[in-house]
């Protein structure tokens, strides 16, 4: 269990929007602690705050109620000092740029010279299994390659923590599985902490070390489950027993919070 080395401390934490007609709840008494070098994986109905509350992390929305610490620093001094990557779900990449283009662009907003740019942009090309694509533009690679650049880009400035925001709900499933090995290949070499926001059990099931379990909304944790997988794992690891009762569990959690849904 994580202590005061915790990545990512809330506490108490909730947000409620302010709209036009009515108050809307997004978020409400979260608690959690993550430690480095942990995969956790959100999984929620719709709707149910996932995303607010990665955006909160990455300080593009500021909490109504509670705290929360990012490396033991406010979100906004944790993103200053770049201590997260992001990934969002569509790979967000320059049409007009090539894909080491891409990855070197905001070293080049951040002032580093062009040959430190180009070699970090190079080696993380290569961890995601690029090399050879340098020159390519967006529109020549696969969703799934596309989406590797962008994994790059947030490596890229080797920040010790991931946030991963439904990075292949829009990929196949074939090319999803293969995502989900390259992953595991990833984190297994770099021991990010890692955050994954997902709608797939099986996913959630086949990458973290914890999976948290939402209700609709207003989003709170409905069950934080401790995965028993070993580390070592594979696609096939899915198929094993106790896959696939961690991954009842979170269907039974999944079902539980669906009855707040209305209040
Ligand atoms: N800026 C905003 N103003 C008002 N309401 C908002 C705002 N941003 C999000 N919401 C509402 O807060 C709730 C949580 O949204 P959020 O996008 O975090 O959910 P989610 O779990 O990520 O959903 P999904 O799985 O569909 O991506 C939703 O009801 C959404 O409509």
Same mark, same amino acid.
């Given at each position: ?5 915790? %990545?990512?401390? &809330? ?10 007609? #009515? ?10 602690? %993550? ?21 909160? &992390? ?6 109504? #109620? ?19 990557? *992001?990934?969002?779900? #569509?790979?967000?990449? *320059?049409?007009? =740029? ?20 180009? =070699?970090?942009?190079?080696? *993380? ?22 989406? =590797? ?28 599985? =293969? ?6 290949? %990833? ?7 890692? &955050? ?63 009855? *707040?849904?209305?209040?």
């Amino acid at each position: 269990m994580p202590g005061d080395d915790s %990545i990512i401390d &809330i506490r108490n934490l909730g947000l409620t929007f302010q709209t036009a007609d #009515a108050p809307v709840c997004a978020l409400s008494d979260i608690n959690l602690q %993550i430690g480095a070098g942990e995969f956790v994986s959100f999984i929620g109905p719709s709707g149910c705050g996932k995303t607010t509350l990665m955006r909160i &992390i990455a300080d593009l929305e500021q909490p109504t #109620a509670g705290s929360i610490k990012v490396n033991g620093l406010s979100p906004r001094e944790a993103r200053l000092q770049r201590s997260y990557g *992001y990934v969002f779900q #569509a790979p967000a990449l *320059y049409a007009w =740029r090539n894909i080491l283009r891409n990855v070197t662009l905001p070293h080049e907003i951040m002032g580093t010279g062009r040959s430190e740019a180009e =070699r970090k942009a190079r080696k *993380y090309l290569d961890l995601v299994g690029l090399t050879g694509f340098e020159k390519k533009y967006p529109w020549q690679l696969s969703g799934g390659m596309q989406q =590797r650049v962008s994994i790059a880009r947030a490596l890229s400035f080797d920040p010790q923590l991931l946030l991963m925001d439904e990075p292949f709900g829009a990929l196949d499933e074939i090319t999803r599985d =293969r995502m989900n090995e390259e992953l595991l290949r %990833i984190w297994a070499q770099t021991r990010k902490t890692v &955050i994954f926001v997902t709608h797939s059990i099986d996913e959630a099931v086949l990458l973290s070390t914890r999976i948290v379990v939402m209700s609709a909304r207003p989003g709170r944790i409905i069950d934080v489950i401790d995965s028993p997988l070993p580390a070592d794992r594979s696609l096939d690891t899915r198929e094993t027993a106790a896959a696939h009762e961690l991954a009842h569990r979170v269907r039974q959690g999944l079902r539980a919070g669906h009855s *707040y849904d209305g209040h």
